[in-house]
């Protein structure tokens, strides 16, 4: 199983963050995939990403409005979108997903 | 105090703009001693907005602030009459205000707002929201944010 993992932040951390990470989850569940999102709100980080995770993962969402600590995430296939992006357009996402198009960070 | 309670929930108004809302979600706020100064809120929304559309394409706005002018962890729940255009959606019926506090914020608040919002992303969530008939219906459906 393909694995998953991402980080979504927005400036007030309160609402949307929270609504990209549900998203990203709920669409990589249901295509099959394995998957971890670390949200970075208002209540501070939650569901950290942990080295392990970042060694397994396959892809990299970025899903944030502001900034996001990135170094961690070199060499990955990474794709990075606004947290619009990830509520609105998700299947989108997906879809550069399944075809395995992202850039290496 | 409970984040929401009955009379945070307005269903069925008859509100035509964006601008109207934001004013109304402040009345409302103030009416229910919720915050202390109706201007400061209204420019801490719009400072939020400028940012960034609160609307998602989902038939919801939802403007929020972390404001000085907050006293309590609130949110105002309407639900519009008629849809209207927010910023570039023009569907929009529930509005759901969240209003959080700059300081001695209940860190357990912050995580009962993240779980109302992961729920806004579920269409079955929404569409309860779209047919509940009283605010104490509508309550019970949020049911979930007011438990510690």
Known sequence: MKKIIGVCACPAGIAHTYMAAENLENLAKKR??????????SSGVENSLTDKDIIEADYVIIAADTRVEME?????????VSVSDAIRDGEKIFSQLDADKLDIY | MEIITEDLIYLDIELVS???IIDCLADILIKQNRITDKYQLIADIYHREEEASTSMGLGIAIPHTQSNSV??????LIRLKRKIEWNEDKDVQIIFGIFVPVENIDNQHLKIL???????TNQGFREQLLR?????ECRRQLEGLNQR
């Open chain 1, 32 to 41: 099959g995939y394995q998957v971890k999102i670390e949200t970075n709100g």
């Open chain 2, 18 to 20: 964006k601008e109207e």
């Open chain 1, 72 to 80: 961690r995430f070199r060499g990955k296939k990474l794709i990075e």
């Open chain 2, 114 to 120: 993240s779980k109302l919002a992961r729920q806004l």
């Open chain 2, 71 to 76: 006293l309590e962890a609130s949110v105002v």
């Open chain 2, 132 to 136: 509940v008939q009283t605010p104490e």
